[in-house]
T-cell receptor, first 117, second 115 residues
Framework: AQTVTQSQPEMSVQEAETVTLSCTYD???????LFWYKQPPSRQMILVIR??????QNATENRFSVNFQKAAKSFSLKISDSQLGDTAMYFC??????????????FGQGTTLQVKP | DAEITQSPRHKITETGRQVTLACHQT?????MFWYRQDLGHGLRLIHY???????NKGEVSDGYSVSRSNTEDLPLTLESAASSQTSVYFC??????????????FGPGTRLTVL
């Protein structure tokens, strides 16, 4: 069975600085997807970034980037130039990839990020 | 714009009552999912469906049921609500694994309180 672990329950960062959130996962699969979702106080789950395991290049989306280390089963999220609106809970998630229908998401426990002015 | 909606957004009910939470998506996605979110557990999968008339149990399915009679809707029913089912419930949908597929898009959530 796959598991996802986020070892940092809470983190804080000063506005405009950079912060990295950690995520590790355990799987015997070779093909899979990894995601970071953001959940602000509004409770809405918002996709931040997605990584396909077969791609060696790390995914980036504006100020958000990942460090994907497949051999180490590590998938960290870096937020550059942190903004107050980045304050949220962040979830790392894993999904097996196979032909046909999509697989199920397995979530980590979440990391609460506080951006301080 | 395509979207996924949930209703009601907040619900208070009593132990033993039957409760149905609605989920409606206009993405025309085949795949739909129900999760519950509790402190210390992240999101856990309750049930999921890969198409009309298809339903499958997730990791925490006891006490819940779903039915899929059309592409757009996957209602979640609590047959006899229990206090342990007090939680925030999220519905999600996705297309198949092709191209940019596989990503799940979430509804706004329903906060359910069972007294």
């Amino acid at each position: 069975a796959q598991t996802v672990t986020q070892s940092q329950p809470e983190m804080s960062v000063q506005e405009a600085e950079t912060v990295t959130l950690s995520c590790t996962y355990d799987t015997s699969e070779n093909n899979y997807y990894l995601f970071w979702y953001k959940q602000p106080p509004s409770r809405q789950m918002i996709l931040v970034i997605r990584q396909e395991a077969y791609k060696q290049q790390n995914a980036t989306e504006n100020r958000f980037s990942v460090n994907f280390q497949k051999a180490a089963k590590s998938f960290s999220l870096k937020i550059s130039d942190s903004q107050l609106g980045d304050t949220a809970m962040y979830f790392c998630a894993f999904m097996k990839a196979y032909s046909g229908n999509t697989g199920k998401l397995i979530f980590g426990q979440g990391t609460t990020l506080q951006v301080k002015p | 714009d395509a979207e996924i909606t949930q209703s009601p957004r907040h619900k208070i009910t009593e132990t033993g009552r039957q409760v149905t939470l609605a989920c409606h998506q206009t993405w025309n996605h085949n795949n739909m999912f129900w999760y519950r979110q509790d402190l210390g557990h992240g999101l856990r999968l309750i049930h999921y469906s890969y198409g009309v008339q298809d339903t499958n149990k997730g990791e925490v399915s006891d006490g819940y049921s779903v039915s899929r009679s059309n592409t757009e809707d996957l209602p979640l029913t609590l047959e006899s609500a229990a206090s342990s089912q007090t939680s925030v419930y999220f519905c999600a949908s996705s297309e198949g694994t092709s191209g940019r597929g596989g990503t799940q898009y979430f509804g706004p959530g329903t906060r359910l309180t069972v007294l």
